[in-house]
């Protein structure tokens, strides 16, 4: 079975400091996907990255990083100088390499980044 | 290029009845997946229908079902409403299945009085 977990159900930052969302993941698959979604308060999931199984390379998109380590199962966010418009709830899913579209999802983290 | 689109976005329905949501993918996506969001039981797969097939299926009674049509739209169908339905119902795409990112509709909101 999957299962996803990120222990921060909610992190409070003001704004220009540095935050990182913890995920941990669960699976038997060999191959496998880690995704980040940010969802606003309108609801809907907004992509943010995608990360294959066979590349532990770290990325780096603006003020956003991602640290895969595959020896601890985990796939950490970090908002660089956060700000106000961080604030959402972020998602951690995975979908493991014989599922189909299926993304089992983590709890969540909701960061309030305050002025 | 559209993103995804679900309609209705809110919908009001009393215990018993039975209600139908519509998912229209990105243009040339082929796969749909359903997903219910609720503050208990966070995010949780519904179903994946790909070319016209379901491909998964979570685990939710019968009642709830889907189906895809050819031009890739599809419908959600909840039967017999309990208060316990009453989430958010997101609706994601992808080209192919099982390979590629999946976008995210923004969601119908149903509340079962």
């Known amino acids: 079975a999957q299962k996803v977990t990120q222990a921060q159900t909610e992190i409070s930052v003001v704004e220009k400091e540095d935050v990182t969302l913890d995920c941990v993941y669960e699976?038997?698959?060999?191959?496998?996907?880690l995704f980040w979604y940010k969802q606003p308060p309108s609801g809907e999931l907004v992509f943010l990255i995608r990360r294959n199984s066979f590349d532990e390379q770290n990325e780096i998109s603006g003020r956003y990083s991602w640290n895969f380590q595959k020896s601890t199962s985990s796939f950490n966010f970090t908002i660089t100088a956060s700000q106000v418009v961080d604030s959402a709830v972020y998602f951690c899913a995975l979908r493991g390499g014989n599922a189909g579209n299926m993304l089992t999802f983590g709890g969540g983290t909701r960061l309030m980044v305050k002025p | 290029k559209a993103g995804v689109t679900q309609t209705p976005r809110y919908l009001i329905k009393t215990r018993g009845q039975q209600v139908t949501l519509s998912c229209s993918p990105i243009?040339?996506?082929?796969?749909v997946s359903w997903y219910q969001q609720t503050p208990g039981q966070g995010l949780q797969f519904l179903f994946e229908y790909f070319s016209e097939t379901q491909r998964n299926k979570g685990n939710f009674p019968g009642r709830f079902s889907g189906r895809q049509f050819s031009n890739s739209r599809s419908e959600m169908n909840v039967s017999t409403l309990e208060l316990g339905d009453s989430a958010l119902y997101l609706c994601a795409s992808s080209r192919i299945s099982g390979y590629e990112t999946q976008y995210f509709g923004p969601g119908t909101r149903l509340l079962v009085l």
């Open positions: 243009s040339g996506h082929r796969s």
């Open positions: 699976t038997r698959d060999t191959t496998y996907y």
